[in-house]
């Protein structure tokens, strides 16, 4: 069993910047890809970002591509979201998601283990 654990969010001013940590304990997580999704209120869980098991390759939904940066550490089984200039429609509840699979992923079955999502919110 993979245990996930999200950390990060909270609230800043639109043009800010938040770094959300997902650190993963369990298993081997360096054999993993990796997912970021959010989901805002009324709407349904999207993707965001994914990297494969190295970091070596990654994927971007295009409303965040060039603002967001997602990284990985399998020295300390954590996976990063780097969100710059960030806007109003990116608050949502964000999730970190794992996979026993080593490519990238988009899509929600793509993964195995998910936490239990932080809260991020973007004030115009």
């Known amino acids: 069993q993979v245990q996930v654990v999200e950390s990060g969010g909270g609230l800043v001013q639109a043009g800010g910047s938040l770094r959300l940590s997902c650190v993963a304990s369990?298993?081997?997580?360096?054999?993993?890809?990796a997912g970021w999704f959010r989901q805002a209120p009324g709407n349904e869980r999207e993707f965001v970002a994914t990297?494969?098991?190295?970091?070596?390759?990654?994927d971007y939904a295009d409303s965040v591509k060039g603002r967001f940066t997602i990284s990985k550490d399998n020295g300390k089984n954590t996976v990063y979201l780097q969100m710059n200039s960030l806007k109003p429609e990116d608050t949502a509840v964000y999730y970190c998601?794992?996979?026993?699979?080593?490519?990238?992923?988009?899509?929600?079955?793509?993964?195995?283990?998910w936490g239990q999502g932080t809260q991020v919110t973007v004030s115009s």
């Open positions: 369990g298993r081997t997580f360096s054999r993993f890809a």
């Open positions: 998601a794992v996979a026993r699979f080593v490519g990238l992923g988009r899509g929600l079955n793509d993964y195995d283990y």
């Open positions: 990297t494969n098991w190295s970091g070596s390759s990654t």
